[in-house]
């Protein structure tokens, strides 16, 4: 069984930092892409940031861009998003996404929310 869970998300200040994690199961991680969205309220959802399989390659939003991190662990199955520099535009429900060829797979995502 696929899956993907996603933790770390929370409540926080202006500027401060939050790190994401995304613990997957049931696939062959170190085959995916993976990468993180989010969707705020009223909007479509975004891509955020994403790594190639085996790490080597990554992108980045403009609008987090020196922000944040992208990272994998392909031997713990997981992949990270390090967030610095939090601003209130950042909140959103964040989500892992897995993407291989025709397959793709969906975390439930986790709440961020940055407000003083």
């Known amino acids: 069984q696929v899956q993907l869970v996603e933790s770390g998300g929370g409540l926080v200040q202006p500027g401060g930092s939050l790190r994401l994690s995304c613990a997957a199961s049931?696939?062959?991680?170190?085959?995916?892409?993976m990468s993180w969205y989010r969707q705020a309220p009223g909007k479509e959802r975004e891509l955020v940031a994403g790594?190639?399989?085996?790490?080597?390659?990554?992108n980045y939003a403009d609008s987090v861009k020196g922000r944040f991190t992208i990272s994998r662990d392909n031997a713990k199955n997981t992949v990270y998003l390090q967030m610095n520099s939090l601003k209130p535009e950042d909140t959103a429900v964040y989500y892992c996404?897995?993407?291989?060829?025709?397959?793709?797979?969906w975390g439930q995502g986790t709440q961020v929310t940055v407000s003083s």
């Open positions: 996404n897995a993407k291989f060829r025709v397959y793709q797979y």
């Open positions: 049931g696939f062959t991680f170190s085959s995916y892409a």
């Open positions: 790594t190639s399989s085996y790490g080597g390659s990554t």
